[in-house]
């Protein structure tokens, strides 16, 4: 039965990386199965066709994209608080479905007036991401207070919707949510628009003249493999990491290239890769628009995925392995799970592991044609948003019947933390 569903998203929605780009796909295959969604966001960020987008008070000296955690955050979610109440006033949701724990907070005290259930879309720990992006310290004051406060939001949902299994087992671990409100929707991706080429659909001359074409503008001589990235720059992705191993890898492969896409700040990347004297073989384009995010990522012999965060979701492995690409990533339980056998792992945090690997996969062209194949497989089977979609519309089903709960989809993963 179609829903009213009243999004919440405090975020500046769209912006062109992966939290963003699950809160998209997951309104574009529920529009298209019937549901009417509304979204209240942030002040900021691009409007989409096709999305009924309700922005909060405009804050005219903020006009970047806030991402991760801020200061600011604090006034901009109560801006988005009263959004959030006078959208969910006119519209009269049957559902809120609340991304991010501000968002699940504004959400449950929603909830209450409105008598409506909450479904929280749970993409990580607040208080690790904290961390992860240096804004807290575990020695700060405030960190236990936030931590308990992370708990009691967890605590309000009437279903918790993890990205991965393995925030799925660590919320079980930590026993403050009831294991029946726990479920695990894992990223997806869009496998007909990030595909390999396809001799029988694609035109091969258009093809690699698109190819040449990016190329060029993005400075990459002629003759060299490339090595991509697609994602936010910050040192919990990885992304000095990832410098510091191409260094290494040009070293002993002078005809690689390092195409390191995304943003904020890739000037000082930039500069971080001339001081290590590789300027000539790293490009930072800065942001790449997600809707021709497909077309950068066919320039790529190899991806990588050197995130750091121990609980947040890596959506850019599954875009990755639609496309056909060799993926190296550090070994956690997230890429893990995502990946299976169809990666190369490095050891978590270390440059020169990440290195031997992607060097590894590049002087091997049959390992790594094996691995696209397999990661291409694994993305059509475990990874398309059709099915996000019936597994979103069983859990709402569910909450909104909790005498008589729905049948929800099984797992196909183990989680690999131990309950």
């Known amino acids: 039965m179609p829903q009213r569903i009243l999004m919440i ?58 991402v991760g955690s801020s200061r600011h955050k604090l006034y901009l979610d109560i801006a988005l608080s009263w959004r959030g109440l006078r959208v969910a006033l006119a519209t009269r949701p049957t559902i809120i479905h609340a991304h991010l724990h501000e968002g699940a907070l504004i959400g449950a005290v929603l909830k209450r007036m409105l008598r409506v259930p909450l479904v929280f879309d749970y993409q990580g720990s607040m208080t690790s991401e904290m961390l ?15 931590h308990w406060l992370e708990q009691q939001i967890n605590q309000q949902a009437d279903a918790v919707v993890t990205s991965t299994f393995n925030a799925a087992a660590l919320l079980r671990q930590q026993q403050t949510v009831d294991r029946d409100r726990i479920h695990t929707v894992p ?9 390999p080429f396809d001799p029988q659909q694609d035109d091969p001359a258009a093809w690699e003249a698109q190819r040449r074409e990016l190329r060029a503008q993005l400075g990459i001589p002629e003759g060299r493999r490339i090595v991509a990235y697609l994602g936010l720059l910050a040192p919990y992705q990885g992304t000095n990491m990832l410098i510091q191993a191409a260094q290494q890898v040009v070293a002993r492969l002078p005809d690689v290239h390092f195409l390191i896409m995304g943003y904020p700040d890739p000037a ?16 930072l384009p800065g942001r790449i628009y997600y809707r021709d995010a497909h077309a950068y990522l066919r320039l790529g ?60 996969v590049l002087d091997d062209p049959a390992r790594a044609a094996n691995l696209a194949a397999a990661g291409r497989a694994r993305a059509l089977s475990e990874f398309a948003w059709e099915q996000a979609a019936i597994e979103i519309e069983a859990i709402y089903a569910r909450v909104l019947a909790p005498a008589q709960p729905a049948a929800l989809p099984q797992p196909t993963e183990t989680p690999l933390v131990e309950e």
């Open 268 to 283: 000082s990347y930039r500069a971080y890769a001339e001081s290590l004297g590789i300027g000539d073989h790293v490009s």
């Open 301 to 360: 012999d190899v991806a990588v995925a050197p995130k750091m965060s121990a609980t947040e979701g890596s959506g850019k492995i599954s875009n990755y392995m639609a496309m056909g690409l060799p993926v190296v990533a550090f070994d956690t339980p997230v890429s893990r799970e995502m990946m299976g056998g169809a990666g190369l792992y490095a050891r978590l945090g270390d440059a020169d592991d990440l290195a031997a690997r992607i060097i590894e």
């Open 187 to 195: 990223d997806r991706v869009n496998t007909n628009r990030f595909r």
């Open 132 to 146: 992860d992006h240096g804004f807290l310290k575990p020695s700060n004051p405030l960190y236990k207070p936030l």
């Open 9 to 66: 998203a405090p975020t500046s929605f769209f912006s062109d990386y992966g939290c963003h780009v699950r809160i998209l796909e997951e309104i574009l295959v529920l529009q298209q199965r019937g549901h009417k969604i509304v979204l209240a966001t942030y002040h900021n960020g691009d409007d989409l066709p096709g999305i009924d987008i309700r922005r909060s008070w405009d804050v005219p000296w903020i006009k970047r994209a806030m």
